[in-house]
């Protein structure tokens, strides 16, 4: 069974503050993305990376960085936190090309 | 960028009725599109996929339809039960990276 794990179900983080969202995913997928979900708005692509220390923009990652230093794990960085970015956060990664993503459970950020 | 359209955004059938979500894509280069069922505080979970060289499938109740030409693609849910009440999504890829995904719909089946 392929596992993707976020490290928090929930967090509240303060405006202004640096927020690292973690995720870890068990099956040597090469591809991980992080997707912001908000009512009415669906899945919206924040960034993606197809290897080891590459990283692509998605449709709204402003205000938003990544890491991806091993294989298996993808970080999403919010700089300086701001209440905009409320929101449920959820991490995916994929075999390759053309493929299912796999989800984890989501983080439910919230900034006071 | 690819955008997807996705109609209706809500739907209410009674158990038993068909239920059918629309999308549209813009990219004439995608050339896989999933839909995702998404149950109440659960993760989003692929339920069935169709490539750009195929018209239809079919997996039991559910089953897609794709239009290259009119770069639309449907997916067809038959018989329909009050545990298939979700919000579903669908998607298209362009790249074979990151899947760009609809607004979503919220399907609710009333016993």
């Known amino acids: 069974d392929v596992k993707v794990t976020q490290s928090s179900r929930y967090l509240v983080k303060r405006t202004g503050e640096k927020v690292f969202l973690e995720c870890v995913q068990d099956?040597?997928?090469?591809?991980m993305f992080w997707y912001r979900q908000d009512p009415g708005l669906g899945l919206r692509l924040i960034y993606f990376?197809?290897?080891?220390?590459?990283?692509e923009k998605g449709d709204i990652p402003e205000g938003y960085s990544v890491s991806r230093e091993k294989k298996e794990r993808f970080s999403l960085i919010l700089e300086s936190a701001s209440t905009n970015q409320t929101s449920m956060y959820l991490c995916?990664?994929?075999?390759?090309?053309?493929?299912?993503?796999?989800f984890g459970q989501g983080t439910r950020l919230t900034v006071v | 960028g690819e955008n997807v359209e996705q109609h209706p955004s809500t739907l209410s059938v009674q158990e038993g009725d068909s239920a059918v979500i629309k999308c549209t894509y813009s990219?004439?280069?995608?050339?896989?599109f999933p839909w995702y069922k998404q149950e109440l505080g659960k993760r989003p979970q692929l339920i069935i996929d169709?490539?750009?060289?195929?018209g239809e499938k079919k997996d039991q109740r559910i089953a897609v339809t794709l239009n290259k030409t009119a770069k639309h693609f449907s997916l067809h849910i038959t018989e329909t039960q009050p545990e298939d009440s979700a919000v579903y999504f669908c998607?298209?890829?362009?790249?074979?990276?990151?899947?760009?995904f609809g607004k979503g719909t919220s399907l609710l089946v009333t016993p």
């Open positions: 990376s197809y290897d080891v220390k590459m990283k």
């Open positions: 990219d004439s280069a995608s050339n896989y």
């Open positions: 998607a298209a890829s362009n790249s074979g990276y990151a899947l760009n």
């Open positions: 995916a990664s994929g075999a390759g090309a053309v493929t299912e993503a796999f």
């Open positions: 099956m040597d997928h090469e591809n």
């Open positions: 169709i490539r750009s060289n195929v």
